[in-house]
């Protein structure tokens, strides 16, 4: 509406500026103008209400032009603005109408968002139905049974090289830098353990078994993990799969940009995503680690020997490297920080410590690495790690240990950084390891979001319980698949979950652990069962004796329902004792159904199914007899 | 197609033998199974015959400069029916079916219908 007139040139002024405080959109025309009656036919059409003034049939025309160009530099009409805001003329109103600025001016604020508040913006169609970001175990078990209800599916995977620039193929960790060569090099080195009880056994002296070559067996193993890779690759293609070797980012909630190996870019949209990212070492932050040091991604396609190792870390990864690097004949020094295995049963740990040290790996306690020198260049080279170490009495000493290879396995983060997970809301944190939050894994922060594997910390899963394992993300994959794309309900249960550690002795373990169990029971609730036994097959062997008592299995029992809720074993082949026991825990047995159970003689196993002696009554826990 | 160096053709255990003996190490050596040709070019496989035109097309397209192609005959239907065959008994090869592509020396290989998929023979080519 028209304000009233005023006449002296200040008044021209004010009078703009009444105009377009006044009307929400307001333009300065002239009616002989083709540009003019085009903006407003197009506000029209897009049931825009404006306000105009046709200034070449006005007395102060002229003076409210001028004001205009003293206003906004503009010498022309139309001269438009919207909510205040000068647009300029017809040409950029049409852009700011095409780009929904308009809109966006015109509609309400948004009240004070909380937390982040982000639209889904659902799209009419998308180029795929599920998006698995990850192609290590979850994310090709997710993305090929999704696959299976008829979906279109795509799966990024995208290997960013180690600082020392390792790199490998598809499969994720587990099938490159994990479980499956870790389990063979374990292999490697019980190979020469047995060769040691040979002669006990009547052969004669193995004398090639104590010469090990680290090049034969690491092209054996990545001839293998080559072969892995290639079935991957094969068999997502022949599911109808779509493979993308790039890496994604977020752009928006269903929008990802991939970014391939030369750094061409595109964008793809998901109706649903699954962040299937997993986990990377850490490293210490010491100077001198990315450059001389290595870790795991690096170890299993090590080019050259390692010679002599400093494990720098307690996790299970340094202890089965560890472990495996000194059975095949390399010398081996672990530097501890504070406790052995953190999250696992504490006497357990205590034992694999115990055993480790008896058959000759050195262990420093209380250790931290404080820099990393080289020395000398080389393959190996010759490298010297300086430490921190708090002695028993308190003090504190600095000393070095000079050794060939050191290597990082101070735990795992996350890779979900790199998704630019923040474009979508969201905020991972580092004291997380930088893992998304899930429930069922769902996130918790946006709903459309799914998350498989070592990425997530659900809130479904034990607390304090690693659970970072491949048969883990493999089923969590599946059932999520399910859940989404067919009617399952079937939840993944992350509680009595069987794991074993690959230590040169190995511990499997299934449901809680002591300390898990005394705090959430109490300690007059449950019994600890439990016995050391010799290995039969170690019995005779000479270069066991300081280590053949140090077989050991406990089971804790809830006293009120007999039931078994936690199973620990340290023995040789605990993996494959351990498996079978879980399906017995699933069921919810009872130690009188253990006890029912009769043995398989003669096994380690067996003595899970004859324990009678209680922590509690003090009585001995050695084995006798047979 | 013609032979050149770097597309031969052998026609028994030994001969493929020998050859892949005198290639360098530098070498990506792909070798193609299928059954004996008549005169007509015909194999007595059908399989073979259905793929062969196709798959050497595509190989000698993906073909790297550091690649070697080598066409081989497991021999007439009885001699590759026979369980004693050197290709099935070759502890590496252990060939199981035919037409059947390999990368030799490594476990890549593709056979039968995969060989129709033109996008499968890529991924077989792709450098580790």
Redesign the interface.
């Known amino acids: 509406m028209p304000p009233t007139k005023d006449v002296d040139k200040n008044a021209t002024d004010h009078l703009v500026e009444k105009y377009i405080e006044e009307n929400d959109v307001m333009i300065f025309s002239k009616t002989w103008c083709p540009y003019c009656t085009k903006i407003k036919n197009a506000l029209k059409s897009a049931k825009i209400e404006f306000y105009s003034i046709e200034l070449d049939k006005m007395a102060e025309g002229d003076d409210i032009q001028e004001a205009l160009i003293k206003k906004t530099e503009q010498e022309t009409v139309p001269n438009i603005f919207i909510k205040q805001q000068h647009i300029g003329g017809c040409d950029k109103t049409l852009a700011a109408l095409k780009s929904g600025r308009v809109a966006a001016l015109l509609s309400p604020p948004e009240p004070e968002a909380k937390h982040q508040k982000l639209e889904d913006d659902a799209l009419d169609s998308y180029d795929y139905d599920l998006i698995v970001i990850g192609g290590g175990s979850g994310g090709l078990a997710c993305s090929k049974e999704a696959q299976s209800f008829g979906k279109k599916v795509c799966v990024l995977d995208f290997v960013k090289p180690t600082p020392i620039g390792t790199t490998w193929?598809l499969g994720g960790t587990c099938v490159n830098v994990g479980c499956i060569p870790k389990k063979l090099m374990h292999q490697a080195a019980l190979i020469g353990e047995y060769a040691q009880d040979a002669t006990d056994y009547g052969w004669a002296q193995l004398e090639q078994a104590r010469q090990h070559n680290w090049s034969k067996m690491i092209e054996s193993i990545q001839?293998?993990i080559?072969?892995l890779?290639?079935k991957y690759?094969?068999d997502l293609?022949?599911k109808g799969v779509v493979y993308e070797n790039s890496y994604g980012e977020f752009v928006s909630p269903h929008r990802l940009k991939i970014t391939d190996k030369k750094g061409q870019s595109k964008e793809i949209t998901g109706e649903k995503i699954v962040v299937a990212v997993g986990g990377r070492p850490k490293y210490p932050d010491i100077e001198g680690d990315k450059q001389y040091g290595i870790t795991s991604d690096d170890l299993f396609s090590l080019k050259y020997d390692p010679g002599k190792t400093i494990v720098v870390g307690a996790s299970y990864v340094a202890l089965e490297c560890a472990g495996f690097l000194h059975g095949i004949g390399r010398e081996v020094q672990v530097f501890v920080r504070s406790i052995l295995l953190r999250g696992f049963d504490q006497q357990m740990a205590s034992k694999i410590g115990d055993y480790m040290s008896a058959i000759g790996i050195k262990f420093s306690h209380q250790t931290v690495p404080i820099r990393l020198e080289c020395l000398e260049e080389g393959k190996p080279g010759k490298l010297r790690l300086h430490y921190r170490q708090t002695l028993e009495s308190g003090e504190v000493k600095e000393s070095y240990e000079d050794c060939n290879t050191v290597l990082f396995a101070i735990g795992r983060e996350a890779c979900t950084n790199e998704l630019h997970m923040d474009k979508i809301g969201f905020d991972l944190k580092k004291a997380n390891g930088y893992k998304i939050k899930t429930r069922e894994e769902q996130s918790t922060q946006i709903p459309w979001l799914y998350a498989i594997g070592d990425c997530i910390d659900d809130e479904t899963m034990p607390p304090g319980q690693p659970l970072e394992l491949t048969p883990v993300a493999i089923q969590a994959g599946q059932l999520l698949a399910r859940r989404l794309f067919s009617d399952s309900s079937l939840k993944m249960n992350y509680y009595n979950v069987a794991t074993t550690v690959f230590t040169p002795i190995e511990y499997g373990a299934i449901g809680y652990s002591e300390e898990d169990a005394l705090s959430k029971f109490g300690e007059e609730n449950i019994d600890i069962f439990h016995s050391e036994f010799v290995p039969l097959e170690w019995s005779i062997c000479h270069h066991r004796e300081q280590v053949k008592n140090m077989s050991y299995c406990k089971l804790i029992v809830e006293k009120k329902t007999d039931r078994v809720i936690g199973f620990h074993v340290l023995a040789p082949n605990a993996g494959e004792i351990t498996q079978g026991y879980a399906v017995g825990m699933r069921l919810g047995a009872t130690k009188a159904d253990f006890d029912m159970t009769v043995g398989i003689h003669p096994t380690c196993s067996e003595n899970i199914t004859t324990l009678s002696v209680t922590k509690s009554s003090g009585e001995s826990a050695t084995q006798e007899g047979c | 197609m013609e032979s050149s160096d770097k597309y031969l053709q052998v026609n028994s255990y030994d001969e493929l033998k020998n050859l892949v003996k005198t290639i360098g190490k530098d070498k990506r050596i792909f070798v193609l199974f299928y059954g004996a040709k008549d005169n007509q070019g015909h194999s007595w496989c059908s399989d073979c015959n259905f793929v062969e035109k196709s798959v050497v097309k595509m190989v000698l397209w993906l073909l790297p400069s550091n690649g070697i192609f080598i066409e081989c005959s497991v021999g007439d239907r009885a001699s590759w029916k026979d369980s004693n065959c050197s290709f099935r008994k070759d502890p590496q090869l252990r060939l199981t079916t035919i037409p059947t592509l390999v990368e030799w020396g490594t476990s890549k290989r593709l056979s039968e219908n995969q060989l129709l998929d033109s996008d499968m023979i890529q991924i077989l080519f792709e450098e580790d």
């Open positions: 193929g001839m293998y080559r072969s890779n290639f690759r094969v293609r022949s």
